[in-house]
């Protein structure tokens, strides 16, 4: 992994729910960046399950998410970050003051749960935010290496 002065580089991902775009960002960074970068993620307000649909679509490109499971931000409020990310606009308003300082960067991305419409047609709005996730967020982390 990345380090800096012998110190592992963690980034904490949050989003309200932790069902979809933070679990799906944390499989991304975990499995294009694991090298360099260690990512968990949590949510303001924790759904039940990580969406199946977020699972299926990180299947495909490869990444398994199927044992994740949402949880809470305060969890991690104590534990020392690198790097804070927000995926959502509403984490990014109600962001919970970490315990050390850290840096955080806000980068939004929709929704996909919010998706209408036939199952390819929720899948391909899940594709396509996965794709988008890939194309800013990892190269985000790679220029901070």
Known sequence: MSERNGVTRRVLILCTGNSCRSQMA???VN???GGRWRAHSAGTRPAAAVH???VKVMAEVGVDIAGGRPEHVDRYLEEPWD???TVC???KETCPIFSRPVETIHLSFPDPAAAEGSEEERIAVFRA???DI????VPEL????
Do not use: T
Not at 134 to 137: F, G, V
Not at 142 to 145: G, I, L, P, T, Y
């Open 142 to 145: 790679v220029r901070r290496d």
């Open 26 to 28: 944390e499989g991304w």
């Open 83 to 85: 790097l804070v990310v």
């Open 134 to 137: 890939r194309a800013r967020l």
């Open 89 to 91: 606009d509403s984490a």
């Open 52 to 54: 199946p649909l977020a």
């Open 31 to 33: 499995h294009l960046a």
């Open 129 to 131: 935010v996965l794709d």
